[in-house]
């Protein structure tokens, strides 16, 4: 089946400092690519549409220049958290589309395990 | 615009009874369903999910649901319960721009030995 990989699972870094997500699509290409922020027992808010070769689109409330999304390539897609705080500390979801589902559109996404960040 | 409300934040069965978790959406356009399940620090995977055609849908792990048009509904059930089965459930529509997924606030689910 479809492997979506993100990395690291689990990072802490200090306040002010930038991290850096990494979403791979291992076995499927994907032209997009879609970032989610999970707060505890919560669900999750859409936070950005990554797409392959152009800008992302970021959801209404989130700041472009604070999560700076980069989608290089058919099967990467970055997110960076610059300037961290403790407020961004969170639980960041990658999901990607496989392009060659005739019915993508429609299709559901295929999830990475997630990334807990922590911000001290 | 589409929503999700999934009714009740919580619920707990006893092992091997009847799990309901209940799912409303609103849409403009016909919806495209989907169900969720989320382990601790993990990511979501599919459970199953409604496009057209058949509105009882067969999902993994024993999991079914009904789309009822008439009552915007899209619950999940399964008929016996397993202490594996605990977990969130979010229920999920296809949003109209871009292919995105819309969330409900997610369910969790305990199950009693």
């Known amino acids: 089946g479809a492997v979506v990989s993100q990395h690291p699972s689990r990072v802490i870094c200090k306040s002010g400092t930038s991290v850096k997500i990494e979403c791979r699509s291992l076995?499927?290409?994907?032209?997009?690519m879609f970032w989610y922020r999970q707060f505890p027992k919560q669900s999750l808010m859409l936070m950005a549409t990554?797409?392959?070769?152009?800008?992302?689109?970021?959801e209404q409330g989130v700041e472009k220049d604070k999560f700076l999304i980069n989608h290089a390539s058919l099967t990467l897609s970055t997110l960076t958290v610059t300037s961290a705080h403790p407020e961004d500390s969170s639980f960041y979801i990658c999901?990607?589309?496989?392009?060659?589902?005739?019915?993508?559109?429609?299709?559901?996404?295929?999830f990475g395990n997630g990334t807990r960040l922590t911000v001290t | 615009a589409q929503s999700v409300t999934q009714l009740g934040s919580h619920v707990s069965v006893s092992e091997g009874a009847l799990v309901l978790l209940r799912c409303n959406y609103s849409?403009?356009?016909?919806?495209?369903l989907f169900w969720y399940v989320q382990y601790p620090n993990q990511g979501l995977q599919l459970l199953l999910k409604?496009?057209?055609?058949?509105?009882l849908v067969k999902g993994i792990n024993g999991f079914e649901a009904e789309f009822k048009k008439s009552e915007t509904s899209f619950h999940l059930t399964k008929p016996s319960a397993h202490m594996s089965d605990a977990a969130e459930y979010f229920c999920?529509?296809?949003?109209?721009?871009?292919?995105?997924?819309?969330f409900g606030q997610g369910t969790e689910l305990s199950v009693k030995p």
């Open positions: 999901s990607a589309r496989d392009r060659s589902d005739l019915s993508s559109y429609n299709s559901p996404l295929h």
């Open positions: 076995d499927f290409q994907a032209t997009t």
């Open positions: 990554s797409n392959e070769g152009s800008k992302a689109t970021y």
């Open positions: 849409s403009s356009v016909p919806p495209y």
């Open positions: 409604y496009t057209t055609g058949a509105t």
């Open positions: 999920a529509v296809k949003g109209d721009q871009g292919g995105k997924l819309i």
